[in-house]
């Protein structure tokens, strides 16, 4: 009963910001790993940024000193800020995270539906 729900996608001009939001729910007792993803049209689905449940982040090379990864541990969500954003940030935005549910010992992974992001120049 786990569920990953996403939001914040839009429409945004090139050198404009936005926020995404993923709010995990459903009897969770822990969450270990918190990350995003993004898919473009005809492209695989690449690591965006992680975070751990100590705060302790990653990002890829494309998009280092432009976005910000956090979380709230007492709302079990994550946030990606993303500033600076031009076009080759156009895609699909997907959180995943390790989630330990309150009837299970063993973490399993979680997927949200996606947001879309498209930023015009």
């Known amino acids: 009963q786990v569920q990953l729900v996403e939001s914040g996608g839009g429409l945004v001009q090139a050198g404009g910001s936005l926020r995404l939001s993923c709010a995990a729910s459903?009897?969770?007792?822990?969450?270990?790993?918190m990350g995003w993803y993004r898919q473009a049209p005809g492209k695989q689905r690449d690591l965006v940024a992680t975070?751990?449940?100590?705060?302790?982040?990653d990002y890829v090379d494309a998009v280092k000193g432009r976005f910000t990864i956090s979380r709230d541990n007492a709302k079990n969500t994550v946030y990606l800020q993303m500033n600076s954003l031009n076009v080759e940030d156009t895609a699909v935005y997907y959180c995943?995270?390790?989630?330990?549910?309150?009837?299970?010992?063993?973490?399993?992974?979680?997927w949200g539906q996606g947001t879309q992001v498209t930023v015009s120049s």
């Open positions: 995943n995270a390790q989630v330990q549910s309150k009837n299970r010992a063993a973490y399993q992974n979680y």
């Open positions: 459903g009897g969770i007792f822990s969450i270990s790993y």
């Open positions: 975070i751990t449940n100590r705060g302790s982040t």
